[in-house]
């Protein structure tokens, strides 16, 4: 049985048993990409003690389902697991897991850099981030912005 491709969880992951459920799914795979994002301890000059994530439950879902779809639309890979996590984390926790299999390696590169500029900009997800001057939320970032305008999608998140 395949397991779900999207999973919005406060519970950490385990890399290991996901790659393993994906190889799993089809044996004879060339390739599996993974990227798994942590919890800096800084950002735009200060120390960050914890991150808060806030998500829309089912619009925060559909909205990755909807990119898995445009990720197997335009790449040749076979199956992919997104994990993001939400609720109260500390720097040094996993965030967030985008793993990809492919018949070969470009592929499930391209599909894994692609889905995680997508999860980035397009995805409804609110970061607040807590630091010795108090918190504040996390806005989106121009580079985020310009990165989706490689693979030829607008997006216009960030403040100008």
């Known amino acids: 049985m395949d397991r ?24 004879a795979v060339g ?25 829309y439950p089912g619009m925060t879902e559909k909205a990755i389902e909807a990119m898995i779809d445009e990720a197997l639309f335009r790449f040749d890979i076979h199956a992919v697991r997104v994990i993001h996590r939400v609720g ?3 720097p040094q926790d996993q965030i967030v897991l985008v793993a990809v299999t492919s018949s ?16 980035k900009t397009q995805a409804p997800f609110w970061k607040k981030e807590h630091t010795p001057e108090g918190a504040r939320w996390v806005d989106a970032r121009v580079s985020d912005d310009d990165a989706m305008k490689r693979w030829g999608l607008a997006s216009a998140n960030a403040a100008a």
Do not use: K, W
């Open 88 to 90: 109260p984390l500390r």
């Open 31 to 55: 390739a599996i990409a993974t990227f798994v994002g942590t919890v800096r301890d800084h950002n735009e000059g200060l120390g960050v003690t914890a991150m808060e994530l806030e998500h």
């Open 104 to 119: 070969h390696r470009a592929d499930a590169f391209q599909a894994c850099e692609f889905l995680m500029d997508y999860l």
């Open 4 to 27: 779900a491709r999207v999973s919005i969880q406060t519970e950490d992951f385990d890399l290991s048993r996901e790659v393993a459920a994906l190889r799993a799914q089809d044996p």
